[in-house]
């Protein structure tokens, strides 16, 4: 039998194979502040127990920028169920970079599952 290659042993953790129960929310169009750009496809995960991913493909024209904001998310009421706060560093402009961030799990949000309907980026660059 041959040894595995270190490839083959490590492979990366996926949470949807971890937590397989999750909403999905896409954001079909660009989001854009001042020079910085989220493009289209950007996509956050809400899981049962809590647990979120936010992907996204994410630039700036110039160096030195820092993208700010707020995932919020909302039931069909529009009533805010929760947010949290996040910042990713582009450092470098003209550059497309992957903004990929998983966080939990959280009993809030595990509570707040059920209802959550929506989810909104507020942010700045």
């Known amino acids: 039998m041959e040894n595995a290659t270190t490839a083959e042993k490590?492979?990366?953790?996926?949470?949807?194979?971890l937590h397989p129960s999750y909403k999905p929310f896409s954001f079909a169009a660009w989001i854009h502040r001042g020079d910085c750009s989220i493009l289209p496809?950007?996509?956050f995960k809400l899981y049962e127990n809590g647990t979120t991913n936010?992907?996204?493909e994410i630039k700036s024209e110039d160096s030195g920028d820092e993208w700010d904001g707020y995932i919020?998310?909302?039931n069909a009421n529009k009533l805010e169920l929760w947010r949290d706060h996040y910042h990713f560093n582009i450092n470098d402009g003209g550059v497309t970079k992957r903004?990929?961030?998983t966080r939990g799990p959280d009993l809030g949000k595990a509570h707040s599952y059920a209802e959550a309907f929506s989810i909104s980026f507020v942010c700045n660059c």
């Open 10 to 17: 490590l492979k990366e953790v996926n949470p949807d194979d």
């Open 41 to 43: 496809g950007a996509q």
């Open 54 to 56: 936010w992907l996204c």
């Open 72 to 74: 919020v998310c909302t």
């Open 99 to 101: 903004w990929d961030e």
